[in-house]
């Protein structure tokens, strides 16, 4: 049964920085996009980032560039979020995806993500 797992969230200041994970275990992973997610209070799920199977590609939603990073170590099964310059916008639950299908270009949209994480907080105050 495949799981994500996310940890790293906390509390932090506004310009702070924090590194979230996303551990993968039950499948196999190398071959799908992964990707990011956020969903603040009230607020409908939002694409953050996601990087292509190889880790060769990477996209990131424009309220992010230049602030975050992701990443992958594919021989650990591991999804990374680096967050820089944190902002009290980005507060919000933060969601590991795996997508639907191997080997294809996967777009931001929720719907093309199966497997999610169950959630990290992130809380960046003013």
């Known amino acids: 049964q495949v799981q994500l797992i996310e940890s790293g969230g906390g509390l932090v200041q506004a310009g702070g920085s924090l590194r979230l994970s996303c551990a993968a275990s039950g499948g196999t992973f190398s071959s799908y996009t992964m990707g990011w997610f956020r969903q603040a209070p009230g607020k409908e799920r939002q694409f953050v980032a996601k990087?292509?199977?190889?880790?060769?590609?990477?996209f990131n939603a424009d309220s992010v560039k230049g602030r975050f990073t992701i990443s992958r170590d594919t021989a650990k099964n591991t999804l990374y979020l680096e967050m820089n310059s944190l902002k009290p916008e980005d507060t919000a639950v933060y969601y590991c995806?795996?997508?639907?299908?191997?080997?294809?270009?996967?777009?931001?949209?929720?719907?093309?993500?199966?497997?999610w994480g169950q959630g990290t907080q992130v809380t960046v105050s003013s």
């Open positions: 990087i292509s199977w190889s880790g060769g590609r990477t």
């Open positions: 995806a795996k997508s639907r299908r191997p080997w294809v270009v996967t777009g931001t949209d929720a719907n093309e993500y199966d497997y």
